[in-house]
């Protein structure tokens, strides 16, 4: 089977954010209502933050993996990483802050040579650490190998695609091998006391769909995973996150390619949910890039939709400026609020 | 393409609500009843549509297969769960067939010398 490249090394038109917004503006070409005026029939435009309980960075876009659906277009062609000054400018802007959790992604986000560093410093001010850990960069190279003991030390909430129970809906969404080294480096981190009981070590699992559907129930699913996992893997984990798949980046290139892109758009409008619109992830979340720019989610930063009404850059980061913008709105909002919502910790209603 | 041109057409699946147009009052106690039956009960929401799913086949619906090949992907299954709901329902339609078959043999017993 060939390796996916990312769309940048492809040259494919979507590598310009300006192209995905394009299709994804004309909402009356595909015959579905505009985002905006959705939420603004429940009184909730221009949508507002609630606070900032989440600091999430982007630390870098490069990945040992290229998966299928990725909304960060990420892979080990990209060279796109986080500089340890930048990371300064994180810490200074949450040092002293209500802020709780910082939530650490990529790419695969322990590939940025001061990854370490910043988990350390990141914790040393009492804050929660998130690592997005796509498993297998636990086995991609011994100098990784020991990682979980790393996340253990610092007590880091491992969070961790799989797709799903099987290789071979696993491996189409994620690249040939990768649920099998899945697998393995989900028994590592078992090994160091992630998911066992009395560890306070949590393990986290995000399920997404294979393909242009919606996830189910998260309740069901988390059962199904759990009972495969174990019966099968002796795995343990502590929650399912089941997260719909946001038509941005690869997931819309596949959707347009698969021909499925007016289908999924109607799926995601007919299934909208108010209580979802209410608790989206982005008003009370602030996502960092990789070079510091901030935006309202991450979905967002990789549309290149900088936050409005407030400073820009991490650098001038200015939590009561934040906390009175307006949140920049579009039709991929619609992935948020569908069914239950789906945020990057899963539901939302 | 007209709705003239076709018996079945993909974009009616959507309009299945709208059949209360016409008949309020028995479709929306239709719809109120058929919530209910694929809530989870004795059975779990998702054995239901692996059964709805076999029984699409069964009638040959192309509006409840392409419904309920969506919900079982969505309620988790894979992809041999949903092949062996047709198997079943192959099975259950290729067995009505045959055990037919012992009405056709008792005939030619009641025929033949």
């Known amino acids: 089977m060939s390796v996916l490249q990312s769309l940048k090394k492809r040259n494919h038109a979507f590598k310009e954010e300006s192209a995905q917004i394009e299709l994804l503006s004309d909402h009356q070409g595909i015959g579905i209502s505009s985002f905006q005026d959705k939420i603004d029939g429940l009184g909730l435009f221009p949508l507002t933050p609630t606070g900032i309980d989440v600091f999430q960075v982007n630390v870098g876009k490069m990945c040992n993996q290229v998966c299928k659906h990725c909304h960060v277009d990420a892979g080990p062609d990209r060279q796109e990483i986080m500089t340890r000054d930048t990371m300064q400018q994180c810490l200074d802007a949450i040092k002293g802050t209500d802020i709780k959790i910082v939530d650490l992604t990529g790419g695969a986000p322990e590939m940025n040579p001061d990854f370490r560093w910043f988990v350390e410093e990141i914790t040393a001010l009492g804050k929660s650490v998130i690592v997005r850990c796509n498993l297998t960069i636990i086995l991609a190279n011994p100098k990784y190998n020991d990682l979980p003991e790393f996340f253990k030390k610092h007590k880091v909430n491992v969070v961790s695609s799989l797709p799903y129970f099987t290789a071979k809906r696993t491996d189409a969404q994620r690249g040939d091998g990768v649920f099998e080294k899945s697998i393995k480096a989900l028994k590592m981190l078992n090994d160091a006391g992630y998911a066992l009981p009395d560890t306070g070590l949590q393990l986290d699992l995000v399920y997404n769909p294979t393909g242009a559907f919606l996830p189910?129930?998260?309740?069901?699913?988390?059962?199904?995973?759990?009972?495969?996992?174990?019966?099968?893997?002796?795995?343990?984990?502590?929650?399912?996150?089941?997260?719909?798949?946001?038509?941005?980046?690869?997931?819309?290139?596949?959707?347009?390619?698969?021909?499925?892109?007016?289908?999924?758009?109607?799926?995601?409008?007919?299934?909208?949910?108010?209580?979802a619109a209410k608790g989206v992830m982005c008003r009370n979340t602030i996502s960092v890039g990789w070079d510091g720019f901030l935006f309202d989610c991450d979905f967002n930063q990789m549309l290149d939709l900088k936050v409005q009404n407030a400073p820009t850059h991490v650098s001038e980061f200015n939590f009561e400026a934040l906390l009175k913008r307006e949140i920049i709105v579009n039709q991929h909002c619609f992935g948020c609020t569908a069914g239950a919502g789906s945020s990057c910790g899963g539901v939302t209603s | 393409m007209s709705t003239k041109d076709t018996y079945y057409n993909k974009e009616d699946l959507g309009k299945f609500g709208k059949i209360t147009d016409f008949q309020p009052e028995l479709g929306e106690k239709f719809f109120e009843y058929y919530g209910k039956v694929f809530e989870g009960g004795a059975l779990t929401k998702r054995e239901k549509a692996l059964i709805a799913l076999g029984v699409s086949h069964a009638i040959q619906c192309p509006y409840c297969i392409d419904a309920y090949t969506t919900a079982t992907l969505k309620l988790g299954c894979d992809e041999e769960q949903l092949m062996e709901a047709v198997h079943v329902a192959g099975a259950i339609r290729g067995g009505a067939t045959l055990v037919h078959g012992v009405q056709m043999m008792n005939q030619v017993k009641e025929k033949l010398m």
Do not use: C, H, W
């Not at chain 1, 996150?241 to 390619?257: C, D, G, K, M, Q």
């Open chain 1, 216 to 275: 189910g129930s998260q309740e069901d699913l988390e059962a199904e995973f759990r009972t495969r996992l174990r019966d099968k893997f002796q795995i343990e984990f502590n929650s399912l996150f089941a997260i719909t798949n946001i038509p941005v980046s690869r997931f819309l290139e596949y959707l347009v390619n698969s021909k499925n892109y007016e289908d999924y758009m109607n799926e995601l409008v007919n299934a909208f949910n108010p209580t």
